[in-house]
C-alpha cells in the first residue's frame, strides 16, 4: 500500500487480522495499527479492537497516546 507492495487494501487487511490474532501487540501498537485500520482499509469499523485493546491495556491519562495519535493520521483529527 504505502511502501510500495504489491498487496492489495484486502489482503494487508487480512494479514493484519491473521497477525492480531497471533501476536500480543502492545498498546502503542495496537493504536498504530487501529489508526491504520481506520484511515487506510476502507473499513474504519476493524480500527475498533485495536483501539479498545490499547485503552484496556493503558493506564489511564497516560501520556504516550498523544504523541502516538499525532503521529497517525487522520484518525487523530
Known amino acids: 500500500m ?3 507492495i504489491p498487496l492489495d487494501r484486502d489482503q494487508v487487511v ?5 497477525l492480531g490474532q497471533r501476536i ?3 498498546p ?6 487501529g489508526a491504520f485500520l481506520y484511515a487506510h ?16 491495556a493503558l493506564p489511564h491519562g497516560d501520556p504516550n497516546i498523544g504523541p ?3 503521529r497517525s493520521g487522520p484518525v487523530a483529527q
Open 24 to 26: 500480543d501487540f502492545s
Open 41 to 56: 482499509s476502507g473499513q474504519p469499523r476493524l480500527a475498533l479492537p485495536y483501539f479498545l485493546r490499547a485503552a484496556k
Open 28 to 33: 502503542i501498537e495496537d493504536i498504530q495499527i
Open 68 to 70: 502516538v495519535l499525532e
Open 2 to 4: 504505502r511502501a510500495g
Open 14 to 18: 487480512h494479514l493484519i487480522a491473521v
